[in-house]
């Protein structure tokens, strides 16, 4: 498999439940990003990692709760979430973290009850 | 005033027409500028990139990029239903430690 994949591709949770987004990449990169997309609104960056080293969390709520174990691997931990975070999760890889080209997994849509 | 602005739109048009899709930012540094196409529930996808001023084309694809104005563009030729989506603009420093700055995207229909 190459690009960027993404598991899983939909999820629906309760507010008191704990879930995990998961996303690897084969390209080979050394950095990898948590974005939010909602609608009508720009891309919001969570998260950076680069080199397994977490380098930007823009004031993202504690309920989001990144895990990078190694340059291919990228999770997101999620509990006790909110209705508004119901969103499109994408997970993006770039050679490096210095305003490279990103390229981005299908996401996953998520519909917090 | 945000770093990039970019007309929601939507923007329909028939097929075969022209196609103009802009976006205008505000820091002088940006020197990186991409396009990604995002089809409905999928993830972006990049459509062309270009480095500081100037055209590249690919295809029915022209972007062009002009640094004394702020100002980047995304022509399409002949469009096509398939080129039904929505576009971003995206732009960086490149720079060690930054990342990239995305337009809201452009809704984009064609109609056969």
């Known amino acids: 498999e190459t690009g960027v994949t993404q598991t899983p591709r939909h999820l629906v949770m309760g507010m008191t439940n704990k879930k995990s987004l998961k996303c690897e990449q084969h390209?080979?990169?050394?950095?990898m990003y948590w974005y939010k997309q909602s609608a009508k609104k720009p891309l919001e960056l969570m998260f950076v990692?680069?080199?397994?080293?977490?380098?930007e969390n823009n004031s993202v709520p504690s309920r989001f709760s990144p895990e990078c174990p190694n340059s291919s691997h990228l999770f997101l931990h999620l509990h006790t979430l909110q209705p508004e975070d119901s969103a499109l999760y994408l997970c993006?890889?770039?050679?490096?973290?210095?305003?490279?080209?990103?390229?981005f997994g299908p996401g996953t849509r998520l519909l917090v009850l | 005033q945000k770093e990039v602005e970019q007309d929601p739109g939507p923007l329909s048009v028939p097929e075969g027409a022209i196609v103009s899709l802009n976006c205008t930012y505000s820091n002088s540094a940006f020197q990186y500028f991409m396009w990604y196409r995002q089809y409905s529930r999928k993830g972006p996808e990049l459509l062309m990139y270009?480095?500081?001023?100037g055209n590249k084309e690919d295809g029915r694809f022209t972007a062009q990029v002009d640094k004394s104005s702020k100002y980047i563009s995304l022509f399409i030729r002949d469009s096509q239903p398939s080129d039904s989506a929505t576009y971003l603009c995206?732009?960086?420093?490149?720079?060690?430690?930054?990342?990239?700055?995305f337009g809201k995207g452009t809704t984009l229909s064609v109609s056969s």
């Open positions: 993006a890889s770039s050679q490096d973290y210095r305003g490279e080209t990103q390229y």
């Open positions: 390209l080979g990169h050394n950095a």
């Open positions: 995206a732009m960086s420093e490149r720079q060690a430690g930054t990342a990239l700055i």
């Open positions: 990692y680069n080199f397994k080293e977490q380098t």
């Open positions: 270009t480095y500081s001023s």
